[in-house]
């Protein structure tokens, strides 16, 4: 079974850099999809960005984060730049493990990101 574990939130000011990782074990890090989500409260969960088996990423937040993996440390990265209050939210990691990459099946518990301004 795979778990995913988040880290790398915190407080942060408008305009600072973060970086979160995630690190899975328990699975076949490298052969599945990995993505970043986030969650505001009274929100829904919306992707920020994906990044298939093969390293090809997709960005639903456009210009200022980044999604990397890497499988020999079976860790996905989201590296955050030039935050912004509305950037606030729990962020997760999910993993696509079934032949459906686009079906996130496995969830991390989040890590919260707080921006001031």
């Known amino acids: 079974q795979v778990r995913l574990i988040e880290s790398g939130g915190g407080l942060v000011q408008a305009g600072d850099s973060l970086r979160l990782p995630c690190v899975a074990s328990g699975g076949a890090f490298s052969t599945y999809a990995m993505g970043w989500f986030r969650q505001a409260p009274g929100k829904e969960r919306d992707p920020v960005a994906v990044?298939?088996?093969?390293?090809d990423p997709k960005y639903y937040v456009k210009g200022r984060f980044t999604i990397s993996r890497d499988n020999a440390k079976n860790t996905v990265y989201l590296q955050m730049n030039s935050v912004k209050p509305e950037d606030a939210a729990v962020y997760l990691c999910g993993a696509a493990t079934t032949i459906d990459d686009s079906r996130y099946d496995t969830w991390g518990q989040g890590t919260q990101v707080t921006v001031s301004s």
């Open positions: 990044i298939s088996a093969s390293g």
